[in-house]
């Protein structure tokens, strides 16, 4: 960064501190989140809690350790269409969440940046990001854009930690969403009103648990149809001090990704010579 100014976010710089981030070889964060019911006990604004407090933490550690980081004001909604049974609930349609992606992403690499990274806290947010990180990088194979969900990428360290052992007891408004909004914002939650509901059918290959994956099979049911009162899980199992415990996994597992993904390469590796100069069909 020049001057005086020491930061690492984008929107407290002028365009030329921007401009020489960018040209230092700056990657970008953009947290996605979304504005969604998470049963009776949480606040409607929960992943962008968590989504936020983790992006900070995360970046605020690797821009430390040395790493040039320019982290984004976050994009607050999402794709929540199943949960739109409840108030409160705002969410944007598939095509939208797409386009605007696409479009934030489009304007980084239009200033030059080459390394993006599309930091998600919301769980049907995470095919759409897909396409928007295949979708920049076909029309602009010499940047590299990272969808990735901090939650999974720590999920073998938190299933450890875990008390609510049956499948489906960590998703939604769960003991890990519950326990990191009392670590995080311990005013928003009432757990008086937090209980445990499992109400998905039984299934060998599918199941909504955030941290074991199903097997093979995409079917995003209606929140209507898996749950009695918006949430999934078992939040009475939550505590803050898990809280504490699980941000702190989640935080180091998004660094060392943020570490590893500074020293990624774009390099053709074909045996044969490039015909076109990108893979998108449509330019």
């Known amino acids: 960064m020049t001057g005086a100014k020491r930061t ?16 230092a070889g700056a990657m970008a964060v953009i947290p996605v989140g979304s504005l969604e019911q998470h049963g009776r006990h949480l606040a409607v604004s ?21 790493l040039k980081i320019l982290l984004c004001p976050p994009l607050h909604y999402g794709y929540t269409m199943h949960n739109m049974d409840f108030p409160g609930t705002m969410t944007l349609r598939t095509e939208t969440l797409l386009a605007v992606g696409v479009d934030l992403v489009t304007s980084l690499v239009h200033h030059g940046c080459r390394k993006i990274v599309l930091l998600n806290s919301h769980g049907s947010n995470w095919s759409i990001l897909d396409l928007v ?13 990272a969808a990735v969900f901090p939650i999974k990428m720590a999920a073998a360290e938190l299933e450890k930690l875990r008390e609510a052992r049956e499948t489906g ?9 519950t326990s990191l909004v009392l670590h995080l914002r311990p005013e928003l939650v009432d757990m008086d ?4 509901d499992i109400s998905q059918p039984e299934s060998r290959f599918y199941w909504r648990d955030i941290l074991r994956g199903s097997r093979g099979v995409a079917l995003a049911d209606l929140t209507r149809h898996a749950s009695r009162t918006g949430l999934v899980g078992d939040p009475t199992a939550a505590t803050a001090e898990k809280g504490r415990r699980f941000f702190e996994i989640i935080v180091a ?17 074909l045996d044969f010579p490039l015909t076109h100069p990108r893979t998108d069909i449509h330019g």
């Open 46 to 66: 929960t992943d962008n809690v968590l989504g936020d407090a983790i992006a900070e933490a995360a970046v605020r550690t690797a821009s430390d350790q040395g």
């Open 169 to 177: 007891g960590m998703s939604h408004g769960c003991e890990l969403e």
């Open 193 to 196: 009103q937090a209980v445990r």
């Open 253 to 269: 597992a998004c660094v060392d990704f943020l570490t590893e993904f500074a020293q990624r390469e774009t390099t053709v590796t």
């Open 133 to 145: 990180s295949r979708d920049v990088m076909n029309r602009h194979p010499e940047v590299l854009v």
């Open 8 to 23: 690492y976010r984008l929107e407290e710089l002028s365009w030329p501190e921007a401009q020489a981030a960018i040209q």
